[in-house]
């Protein structure tokens, strides 16, 4: 995760400042859901996508595929946000809890095991989602919604990881 520092030399996290300056995001009384997308491809994790270890020609039609299974899946009105790397945001401007839980199995699902063929080589592809939002109700702040996004991702992946069977042919 990339960080820079603040004139008044705090810590800026890049994420947060993405996704805060998303058309969309609103104000903090406003309705408003949050999907953290990590991309998965066949045989390589996303550490070594975002370290470059992985063909870019790969990564980069993989990256575009992925936007447009999500944007198949999402509203015109919310957005989308490369935070670098395999990582992208997704935000629901208006969208209640129901409506975020709808939204993250839709794209967990459409995305799920999805081939593109890249010079030549069928790479198959998918992406952990992790979901939370901003509810009247409660006072959350930008920080503790990432981190329970996080979160809501890390347990996603891990419940992928123990239904993979030994012979996927990831």
């Not at 945001?89 to 209640?96: C, S, Y």
């Not at 939002?133 to 979160?151: H, I, M, T, W």
Request: glycine share 8%; hydrophobic share 40%.
């Amino acid at each position: 995760m990339k960080s820079t520092k603040a004139a008044d030399g705090s810590v800026v996290n890049d994420r947060r400042t993405k996704i805060v300056d998303a058309p969309g995001w609103g104000d903090d009384d406003e309705l408003c859901g949050l999907l953290l997308l990590s991309i998965e491809e066949c045989g390589v994790d996303a550490g070594a996508v975002d370290a470059g270890a992985v063909d870019a020609s790969i990564v980069e039609v993989v990256v575009q595929r992925v936007i447009d299974d999500v944007t198949a899946q999402v509203r015109p009105t919310d957005v989308i946000v490369a935070l670098g790397g395999s990582e992208f945001a997704v935000v629901l401007p208006g969208a209640d809890a129901a409506h975020v839980a709808e939204v993250a199995e839709r794209v967990r699902v459409a995305v799920s095991g999805r081939r593109v063929d890249v010079d030549g080589r069928s790479v198959r592809y998918s992406v952990s989602v992790g979901a939370t939002g901003r509810f009247p109700s409660s006072e959350q702040l930008v920080d503790e919604l990432l981190a329970q996004a996080d979160e809501s991702l890390t347990t996603q992946r891990r419940a992928a990881d123990e239904s993979a069977s030994p012979r996927d042919p990831h």
